[in-house]
């Protein structure tokens, strides 16, 4: 790649930062389309979020990524939010028009595109949730938008369900959303589709449920992709049961932003293929 005095400066705000893949994936699909642009990682602490937001509009950046522990912080800094970033109540990408500041997420959208990848069409069914913290909430959002049936959302600390059924029980009347408390009490229930978004299985060893004791789950996503396949996901391949990691919702949330930011279609599949080279 080749920098110049013309090169447009995009990146990723985050603390920590470096075991980010975004630039690797963001600097490929810049060179495969051929766009004068460079993406960078940008270490930022807490106390310097709002320091470093101004550097956005001084420093023309053109666009950015946020993570980790920014995005909700962001927000009072930004001019405009789009309605799923406020919804979700984080903002993972943002476009500097010209000094306006505009924030989006595509956390929620990015894995239901990536749905597509396991053939689920979402409408009309039953999904169990498990977690909710902020990627669930971003799951929630979207699955909600995408008009399914059903909702289950289990959590370690039920309360935090109990909290997040009933905010968006208000937010969308015509879905069913229900917080589980005991969820074994859902092992004989018809689920279209389970998510894991909580951190149980990064370690390659547990598994937040036991897959032998269910017998209505039809298709499994874990987003998780570092271990590539957690335990759950090893025990849905035992049961031949339709799987993914979240390398899928990596993915198509960078192929959003990146469309969000140039209006250029992404080039997804030189894109999937660098994340592949980078996931062990
Ligand atoms: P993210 O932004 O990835 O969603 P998060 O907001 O920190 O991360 O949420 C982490 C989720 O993993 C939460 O649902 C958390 O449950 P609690 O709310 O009870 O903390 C869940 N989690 C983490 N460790 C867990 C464990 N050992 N067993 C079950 N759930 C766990």
Same mark, same amino acid.
Request: aromatic share 14%; charged share 20%; glycine share 0%.
């Given at each position: 790649m080749r920098i110049t005095g013309s090169s447009r400066i995009y990146g990723i705000f985050g603390d920590p930062i470096q075991h980010t893949f975004s630039p690797s994936m963001h600097n490929l699909? #810049?060179?495969t389309i051929g766009l004068n642009a460079v993406y960078l990682p940008f270490h930022v602490l807490p106390a310097n979020l709002k320091e470093a937001v101004e550097g956005l509009r001084s420093l023309q950046i053109q666009g950015i990524n946020v993570t980790v522990p920014h995005k909700t912080a962001i927000i009072p800094y930004l001019d405009e939010?789009?309605?799923s970033a406020k919804r979700i109540g984080a903002v993972n990408t943002i476009r500097n028009d010209e000094g306006k500041l505009i924030g989006t997420n595509t956390d929620g959208e990015g894995f239901l595109n990536s749905l597509e990848e396991i053939s689920f069409s979402p409408t009309q069914k039953t999904i169990l949730l498990l977690g909710a913290g902020g990627s669930s909430r971003a799951i929630l959002v979207a699955l909600a938008q995408a008009n399914v049936a059903e909702i289950f959302i289990w959590n370690r600390s039920a309360h935090k369900a109990q909290?997040?059924?009933?905010? #968006?029980?208000?937010? #969308?009347?015509?879905?069913k959303i229900n917080a589980v408390q005991k969820i074994e009490e859902l092992q004989p229930y018809p689920i279209d589709l389970l998510v894991n978004t909580t951190s149980v299985g990064m370690n390659g060893v547990d598994s937040v449920l036991n897959l032998e004791q269910w017998s209505g789950i039809q298709h499994v996503v874990d987003i998780i992709?570092?271990?590539r396949k957690t335990p759950l996901l090893l025990q849905a391949s035992e049961?031949?049961?339709a799987s993914m990691n979240g390398l899928g919702m990596l993915?198509?949330?960078g192929v959003l932003a990146f469309e969000f930011w140039?209006?250029?279609?992404?080039?997804i599949q030189q894109m999937k293929t660098q994340l592949l080279s980078l996931v062990s």
């Open positions: 699909a #810049f060179e939010i789009t309605l909290h997040l059924a009933q905010e #968006f029980q208000t937010e #969308f009347p015509q879905l992709y570092h271990p049961k031949k049961i993915l198509y949330q140039t209006q250029q279609k992404a080039p």
